[in-house]
């Protein structure tokens, strides 16, 4: 037989309620119940929704046994035991035709309890369905829930309810008649359970609730037993992995450990005692009371690891972060940090919950609405959230950087998980919100190789070509001179002729990635590009209108005769290095001008 809620658990889980890890899957079959809520109503339609609750309304009365579902069928038979009251605990058994004495269902009432006493076990109540028609999506019929196990002559054999009617027609959980089958109508005394036996008479027969008092002090000792061992276990396996493992004496393998230490020993120390008392034979009365507290201390534990795990994490990314100075990526983390831990409160209040038997169908869905709201009313701070995680996922920017964003340049001070914060060049601080900051137009200057010196000369347009020529080829014979200019994009080139002017376009990369030292080489070519313009016998062109007079002596007729015989020079002598320069004549110009590249 099987056992699924909501979803097809493990045979470990279903046959042997002993095993340590069935408090993890009650876990995380919570978690589904709970998440799948909400889905279920969304997907129904109103009407429907409406059509269904008033097909649930029953039109029978209510059962003053309270067996008209699984668990308040299981939940009446163990009140019934408790109080010593047999013959009512027998109205939780279906018997058949040839047991329907009262006295003889009174006995296998108490042959039943006495098999739950010597290791069987009741399914956690919270574990139960609590619906008219019981668990639907377990495999085993309509009329058919599994609560438990218990065990006969070493064999196992499965608890099972089945659902009947009564005269009304409405539904009666009861202990079905398979399972009464295989309860053996006497308990060999040899069989009592062992903490009976080594209890004195007065501690067995002196009851308390239903059960010996002896027994409420042994479960003390039991679970003060327990924690001890759980305690001496961990800690020596901690002391064999530090002496063993070397890695486990580096920070973030040291931080792991101890966020398991603490959460493994508290679940060890509750798997020891819940599978102590069964074996010893603690009443199943006092051990389906402390049911439902061990679901919530497994669930406790669970949500502890959680925590600490997170904590561990966040401090160790907190330190790596911190030596690389990387504060926007510190702020995402500590705030991921909390909102991780604000989720596991919520999340564990929700469960609690719901194990306690509350309906959150509603808390969730107004916890639903309410995020709606606040998702609605909070939009540019998650927006910016999502910005500054952006800003941190592809880091277009760094601080430190001078940058130029939107119209607006500087060097960025801070990078917040709302806003960044630049310093510009008039010592103000700009805030721009991460929002809008990685959606605009970022221009980072700190990244740069090389710089781009791109001056365009306009010249009087009475300037003849011979000095064109001369200009083109003496500009270009500076650039290739100076060894900071990178001599592959060294060019200049006469690109136009404007209203005013000829246009004379210089192209070049300055090899340096300091803007201050860009500055000092940009001055020193503009001061000799200057003199070159100047020795041509031509100046630069205004955007002016120009009235010639008498006394207006033009253009220098001495200089332009000079360019003018340079440049037939050059002819004659097949050296005009137009359209462009030869690899020897670049070569000999290389490095010769002197140039003092001493940093401040």
């Known amino acids: 037989m099987t056992y699924s809620v909501p979803f097809q658990l493990p045979p470990p889980f279903l046959k042997n309620q002993s095993n340590p890890y069935r408090f993890l899957w009650g876990f995380w079959l919570l978690l589904a119940s709970f998440v799948a809520v909400p889905a279920q109503a969304q997907l129904v339609p109103e009407a429907d929704t409406s059509a269904a609750v008033e097909a649930v309304v029953p039109d029978w009365a209510e059962d003053t046994l309270g067996r008209r579902t699984p668990r308040g069928a299981v939940q009446g038979f163990i009140s ?60 085993l019929g309509p009329n058919l829930d599994r609560v438990g196990s218990a065990t006969v002559n070493g064999e196992e054999f499965d608890l099972f309810l089945e659902k009947t009617e009564d005269t009304e027609g409405g539904p009666v959980w009861l202990f079905s008649s398979q399972t009464i089958q295989r309860i053996p109508e006497v308990i060999e005394e040899a069989d009592k359970p062992l903490a009976n036996k080594v209890m004195p008479e007065f501690a067995v027969d002196t009851k308390w609730n239903g059960v010996p008092v002896g027994q409420w ?62 074996r010893v034979g603690i009443s199943i009365i006092v051990r389906q009371q402390f049911s439902q507290l061990t679901v919530l201390m497994g669930l406790v534990v669970f949500l502890l690891l959680l925590w600490r795990l997170i904590e561990v994490m966040s401090q160790y ?144 347009c009475d300037t003849s070509p011979d000095q064109l020529r001369y200009l083109l080829v003496e500009l270009r014979a500076i650039l290739y001179a100076h060894p900071k200019i990178d001599p592959e994009s060294a060019r200049v080139r006469f690109v136009g002729v404007s209203a005013s002017s000829f246009d004379l376009e210089v192209f070049s990369y300055v090899l340096t990635s300091d803007f201050n030292e860009f500055l000092e080489i940009q001055e020193e070519l503009l001061l000799r590009m200057m003199d070159v313009i100047a020795a041509s016998g031509t100046d630069f062109a205004f955007p002016s209108q120009t009235i010639y007079l008498g006394r207006d002596t033009g253009k220098s007729e001495e200089n332009t005769q000079a360019a003018e015989e340079k440049v037939k020079t050059w002819r004659e002598t097949n050296d005009l290095q137009l359209p462009r320069f030869t690899p020897e004549r670049i070569e000999s110009l290389r490095n010769t001008i002197p140039y003092n590249s001493q940093k401040k």
């Open 80 to 139: 019934a035991i408790a109080k010593e009251n047999y013959d009512k605990a027998a109205l939780y058994l279906n018997l058949d035709s040839t047991l329907q004495q009262k006295q003889h269902g009174a006995k296998l009432a108490h042959a039943l309890q006495r098999l739950l006493d010597q290791g069987g076990e009741i399914i956690p109540y919270s574990l139960i369905s609590d619906t008219y028609t019981g668990r639907e999506d377990d495999n």
């Open 217 to 278: 002090f042994f479960l003390l000792l039991i679970a003060g037993l327990a924690y001890t061992a759980s305690w001496v276990l961990t800690r020596l396996v901690v002391f064999i992995l530090r002496r063993s493992w070397r890695k486990a004496r580096e920070e973030h393998i040291a931080g792991i450990i101890h966020a398991f230490t603490l959460p493994i020993q508290l679940y060890l120390a509750l798997w020891l005692f819940i599978a102590t008392t069964q």
């Open 317 to 460: 990314l907190q330190r790596r972060l911190t030596r690389k100075r990387n504060q926007a990526a510190l702020s995402a983390v500590l705030f991921l940090r909390r909102g991780a831990k604000i989720a596991i409160i919520v999340f564990g209040i929700i469960a609690f919950l719901g194990m306690l038997g509350f309906d959150v169908t509603t808390g969730l869905a107004a916890l639903g609405i309410g995020g709606i709201a606040l998702a609605l009313g909070a939009q540019k701070t998650v927006e910016n959230f999502v910005g500054s995680v952006t800003l941190i996922a592809d880091q277009p920017i760094r601080v430190g950087d001078f940058c130029k964003v939107g119209e607006t340049v500087g060097t960025v001070e801070s990078i917040g998980m709302r806003s960044t914060r630049l310093r510009t060049n008039d010592r103000t601080v700009v805030t721009i919100p991460n929002g809008d900051f990685s959606s605009q137009r970022i221009e980072n200057y700190a990244h740069r190789d090389r710089v781009w010196f791109h001056p365009t000369f306009g010249v009087r």
